[in-house]
């Protein structure tokens, strides 16, 4: 289902046709046995799986064993909790990946979902040491990516690092892994309804660097996820086989530009900042895609509610947004209100189990409305939500 043809293409047009620097991507039913067989042809002699606990039960005990039975000297690192039973990857879990990996390593298995990648993947570009990406939930969209957000001080900040050498997606293991986790992959993916829609205003507005291919890869795996969004609601096996490409080419599209514009535009913003509140607040944290998910709806019906009145915006601090926006204003208008609704957005999350309201994720109307009026400063990126802001002179109100 990969769309190599494209992926190349894009290849071609950002870095002069140099290969894309992963060797292999699997998303096979039992792929977990062809670890050992890549290892050897790379000839690895030594490698250290991370994990969590819960994904040393999905995958990392199962991964060991075949490794152990294919005589490869392997040992697993299983990283510490906060006491909600999370791991975090802040200063502190990734100086113990660190401290404990032995200097003899020669590649790190990711072993789990979108923190566990994180780490490894920060971890694995300042050691210079290759890793291989073992997803155990279909739930984010940055397994192929360099990007790893760490909490650093507090604050949300992506690094770009290493991006994998390859990745074997289990889809027996994806099947078997909680449903909320699924929904939050899903609204990972819906998130590009309004991050493709920011990009196109970065571009037009804000002069940001655009590409017109990597826009339409991404859009089609979004609307693979929606076609096939019964059999991804129902944990069918081609339903997750659907979602984990999609995601994974969300991830390429990313690698190949070298930053997450396609991705990543208000709606995560929005999840950032209520990640960083929770953090501080040392309260339980929420899945990335599930907050993505409910963002989404928000900018969503923020956008249409807002943009429908084109003299609405004035951008008398910025002269040339300001140009900009007499010229593509228009433009803009019409492709905020070609995208879905708030209403179609939170039905194809609830087909997967996902919270669609900011209550669901028992987040606060306060920090929502906060949220709208300061998670734009999160990125150096013009969005929809900055020119909003960027256009008012009190603080921006949002009936949630």
């Known amino acids: 289902m990969f769309n190599n043809d494209l992926i190349s293409k894009l290849q071609e047009e950002c870095l002069s046709g140099h290969p894309i620097p992963i ?72 100086m113990q990946v660190f401290v404990n990996t032995p200097a003899s390593i020669d590649c790190f298995i990711a072993v789990g979902a979108g923190t566990i990648h994180d780490i490894t993947r920060f971890v694995s570009g300042k050691m210079k040491v290759p890793f291989i990406s073992v997803p155990t939930a279909a739930s984010v969209d940055g397994f192929t990516s360099k990007g790893a957000p760490l909490i650093l001080k507090g ?30 992959g899903l609204g990972d993916m819906i998130g590009k309804v309004t991050s493709i829609l920011d990009w196109r205003i970065s571009y037009l507005i804000g002069g ?25 609601g129902r944990n069918e096996e081609y339903g997750l086989d659907v979602l984990m490409e999609g995601l994974i080419h969300s991830g390429l599209v990313m690698l190949v ?17 209520w990640e960083m509140d929770l953090l501080q607040k040392d309260e339980k944290q929420l899945l990335h895609g599930a907050k993505v998910g409910v963002a989404t ?38 492709e905020i209100n070609s995208i879905p609704s708030s209403d179609r957005i ?16 028992g987040l606060s109307d306060e920090l929502v409305q906060e949220s709208l009026n300061k998670a734009y400063h999160l990125r150096d990126r013009c969005t929809g939500l900055k020119l909003i802001n960027y256009s008012r002179k009190q603080d921006l109100t949002y009936c949630i």
């Not at 699997?26 to 290892?39: A, C, N, Q, T």
């Not at 660097?209 to 059999?231: G, R």
């Not at 991705?263 to 913003?269: I, L, N, T, V, Y």
């Not at 939170?346 to 994720?361: D, R």
């Open 155 to 184: 604050a949300k900040r992506t690094i770009q690092a290493s991006n994998p050498i390859a990745v074997f997606a289990d889809l027996k293991v994806l099947q078997e892994a909680p449903r909320e986790m699924t929904a939050a």
């Open 297 to 334: 709806a928000i900018i969503s019906d923020l956008y249409k509610e807002y943009f429908k009145i084109s003299d609405l915006l004035r951008l008398s601090d910025h002269p040339d947004w300001n140009e900009r926006w007499k010229e593509h204003g228009p433009a803009i208008q019409q």
């Open 23 to 94: 060797d292999h991507i699997e998303v096979k039913r039992d792929s977990l046995r062809h670890i050992p067989g890549f290892i050897k042809e790379k000839e690895y002699n030594k490698v250290m799986l991370i994990a969590d606990t819960n994904t040393k039960k999905a995958a990392g005990q199962s991964l060991i064993d075949f490794l152990n039975k294919a005589d490869i000297d392997s040992e697993i690192m299983v990283l510490p909790e906060d006491r909600h039973g999370h791991v975090i990857a802040n200063e502190e879990t990734v």
């Open 346 to 361: 939170k039905g194809w999350i609830q087909k997967a189990g996902g919270p669609v309201v900011p209550k669901e994720l």
């Open 257 to 273: 530009l070298d930053h997450s514009r396609p991705a990543s535009g208000a709606e995560h913003h929005l999840s950032h900042y």
């Open 208 to 232: 940001e660097p655009y590409n017109e291919l990597a826009s339409d890869i991404t859009k089609q795996a979004l609307m693979e996820c929606i076609n096939h969004i019964d059999q991804i």
